[in-house]
């Protein structure tokens, strides 16, 4: 098994890939069609986005698999192909990484709330347990549990990674600013408590992913290093804040106006820097441009 952990031991900073959602409505994703079934019924063009990454520079790639826990299909009534839709997404992404690079199998949250109750904590364990299965199966290298915003839930997942499989656990948080200047999640959780909780779940590497750009996730990566100067982190940042007009969401930041904020990312402490929403393969070919050189220095 390849290890991500191994591979940033030697102070490499590595380039993980862009938006996949946004992606693939570009491609003629329709709003409300569930995107893991074109792991199926479009599996070219799924396949097409996963290369466009790795030939753009990406040292690691995700899977079409965020919302493909059970209980989200549920949505879609294709909750009894879980398995199937995780092991598809998994074996599209690894096609196209080969052996050289990782696959990072995808994993969102639920969408249950588990300090409500309203779900036991059995069926949403199950359905992470089924999602690690189907990614492992299909070739993951390491599991990203991403986008989470609840300690409970973030920890049932990771515990599901490692009882399930022998893969490596990536875990990111999503946080916004409040108006008094701290960083939290939608449910309240700073990113000090999240580096605790993750690290005594056992997560390998931790992280931020989506809800804000680079400037915003310079000061995460700051507030991480305070407690914890040895985890590898990992930054999945958006293209800018979201911009909503004539009913069309638009994402502000080029690829070179990102790239300016890479050097104070790094000095912060970041081990693995990659996108989320609104960021393309032109913007992870910019960043693989300018860390090919600093990494040679």
């Known amino acids: 098994m390849k290890s991500i952990v191994k591979a940033l031991q030697d102070g490499k900073i590595l380039i993980s890939d862009g938006a996949w959602g946004t992606y693939l409505h570009k491609l003629g994703l329709g709003i409300g069609e569930c995107p893991e079934i074109w792991n199926i019924t479009h599996r070219s063009e799924v396949l097409s986005i996963a290369r466009s990454y790795i030939e753009a520079g990406s040292d690691m790639i995700l899977t079409n698999s965020f919302g493909a826990h059970p209980i989200r299909l549920e949505h879609y009534g294709l909750q009894d192909r879980a398995f199937e839709l995780n092991e598809a997404a998994a074996a599209i992404s690894r096609e196209a990484a080969g052996e050289n690079h990782f696959v990072l199998g995808s994993i969102g949250p639920s969408s249950a709330i588990v300090m409500m109750g309203e779900i036991p904590e059995e069926k949403i364990f199950d359905g992470f347990r089924i999602q690690v299965e189907g990614l492992a199966h299909g070739g993951a290298d390491a599991v990203c549990i991403e986008t989470m915003s609840e300690i409970e839930e973030a920890v049932?997942?990771?515990?599901?990674?490692?009882?399930?499989?022998?893969?490596?656990?990536?875990?990111?948080?999503?946080?916004?600013?409040?108006?008094?200047?701290?960083?939290?999640?939608?449910?309240?959780?700073s990113p000090e408590e999240m580096?605790?909780?993750l690290k005594s779940a056992g997560a390998d590497i931790i992280g931020a992913n989506c809800g804000m750009g680079f400037e915003q996730m310079i000061d995460i990566v700051k507030v991480i290093r305070s407690v914890d100067s040895d985890t590898p982190v990992l930054i999945h940042a958006n293209a800018g804040l979201p911009i909503v007009k004539n009913g069309e969401t638009t994402f502000p930041e080029t690829p070179e106006m990102m790239c300016s904020r890479i050097g104070e990312l790094i000095n912060a402490g970041v081990n693995i820097v990659?996108?989320?929403?609104?960021?393309?393969?032109?913007?992870?070919?910019?960043?693989?441009?300018?860390?090919?050189?600093?990494?040679?220095?």
């Open 156 to 189: 049932l997942a990771i515990r599901a990674a490692k009882e399930f499989s022998d893969l490596e656990v990536v875990a990111t948080f999503t946080f916004q600013k409040t108006v008094h200047g701290y960083y939290r999640t939608m449910m309240g959780v």
């Open 195 to 197: 580096v605790n909780a």
């Open 274 to 297: 990659g996108g989320c929403c609104g960021t393309t393969p032109d913007h992870i070919r910019a960043f693989a441009q300018l860390l090919k050189t600093k990494n040679s220095n």
